[in-house]
């Protein structure tokens, strides 16, 4: 399989570019090739198949949804243009979110220390609403929203992730 992965030499990236790459034709797209300068023409020609969005900029300290910044720039109008090269293809597109698009989800009730372990009374699904408290956590709603225009769109929202060179 041919995959772009956007991102490729960020905290994830690096570790899922290096996994996939052992068994798929893997090209990557990061800050210097510059999100906005992707265009159809590059899928095209090195035949894409599925293409995997961490690109992110992570403002957590905001609270409100704040225009013309970096992390509107990259979050919501970087998955807009992918949304926009995308647009009558067959390439997967799989955008990475986070769990901040539901805000707190559990408080200390909701958890059970057993065994010295903690577990969550109960599971988040698909159901679970939008709450978003910081701008980081609106931006990636939004790209989450935007990548559904796209007919094979996947979102995947992590919490706390680990790779081999983290």
């Known amino acids: ?24 034709r893997v090209w990557g797209w ?10 159809a023409g590059f899928l095209a020609e090195h035949r ?4 995997i969005n961490l690109s992110v ?9 704040l225009v013309d910044t970096p992390t509107e720039h990259v979050n919501v109008m970087g998955a807009r ?7 009558d293809t067959e390439v997967v597109w799989f955008q990475l979110s986070t769990r901040e ?6 408080r200390p009730r909701d958890v059970v220390k057993s065994k010295g372990r903690y577990r969550p009374k109960f599971l988040v699904d698909e159901t679970y609403p939008y709450a978003p408290q910081n701008f980081y956590g609106k931006s990636k709603t939004m790209a989450e929203m935007i990548s559904e225009s796209h007919p094979k769109s996947n979102v995947i929202r992590l919490t706390t992730c680990y790779t081999d060179y983290d």
């Open 101 to 106: 698009v539901l805000g707190p989800v559990y």
């Open 30 to 39: 990061d800050k210097k090739e510059d999100l906005f300068k992707l265009d």
């Open 57 to 65: 900029m992570a403002d957590r300290q905001s609270k409100a949804f």
């Open 81 to 87: 243009h992918l949304a926009q090269i995308l647009r």
């Open 1 to 24: 399989m041919n995959v772009l992965v956007i991102g490729h030499e960020g905290y994830l990236g690096r570790g899922l570019f290096a996994y996939l790459n052992q068994n798929h």
């Open 48 to 51: 894409i198949e599925a293409l």
